[in-house]
C-alpha cells in the first residue's frame, strides 16, 4: 500500500492560483487512481477532482470545473491539482486519496489517503 503526502497548500488572495502536489511512496502508484477531496469546517469532506491510473481520464465536480485541474506524473509517483480563480468558497483542508479497485467520485471507495494540506483563501 502506498503512503500519500501532500504539499503546496497556504493562504491566497481570491483569484489566485495554487498548486498541490502529492507524492506516493512505493512502487505501486500507478495501480491506484487518484483524487482530491476537501473538508472545510463544520461540512462533510467532499470530492473535488479524479483521475485514472494512466491519466488520460479525468473528472470533476460542478464547482471547481473551468478552474481546477488534475494530473499525475506516475514516474514522479505524484499527482497534482493546479487550482486557478481561487474563491473563498474554495477554502478547505485538501487530501489526496488513491483507490486500488476503483476509479470515480465516490470518496468513501478511495482507501489511502493522505494527511490533508490546508488551503486559506482570502476575500
Known amino acids: 500500500q502506498v503512503q500519500l503526502v501532500e504539499s503546496g497548500g497556504g493562504p491566497v488572495q481570491a483569484g489566485g492560483s495554487l498548486k498541490l502536489s502529492c507524492t506516493a511512496s512505493g512502487r505501486t502508484f500507478s495501480s491506484y487512481a487518484m483524487a482530491w477531496a476537501r473538508q472545510a469546517p463544520g461540512k462533510e469532506r467532499e470530492f473535488v477532482a479524479g483521475i485514472s491510473r494512466g491519466g488520460g481520464t479525468t473528472y470533476s465536480t460542478d464547482s471547481v470545473k473551468g478552474r481546477f485541474t488534475i494530473s499525475r506524473d506516475n514516474a514522479k509517483n505524484t499527482v497534482y491539482l493546479q487550482m486557478n480563480s481561487l474563491k473563498p468558497e474554495d477554502t478547505a483542508v485538501y487530501y489526496c486519496?488513491?483507490?486500488?479497485?476503483?476509479?470515480?467520485?465516490?470518496?468513501?471507495?478511495?482507501?489511502?489517503w493522505g494527511q490533508g494540506t490546508q488551503v486559506t483563501v482570502s476575500s
Open positions: 486519496a488513491g483507490a486500488l479497485y476503483y476509479s470515480g467520485s465516490e470518496i468513501r471507495r478511495y482507501d489511502t
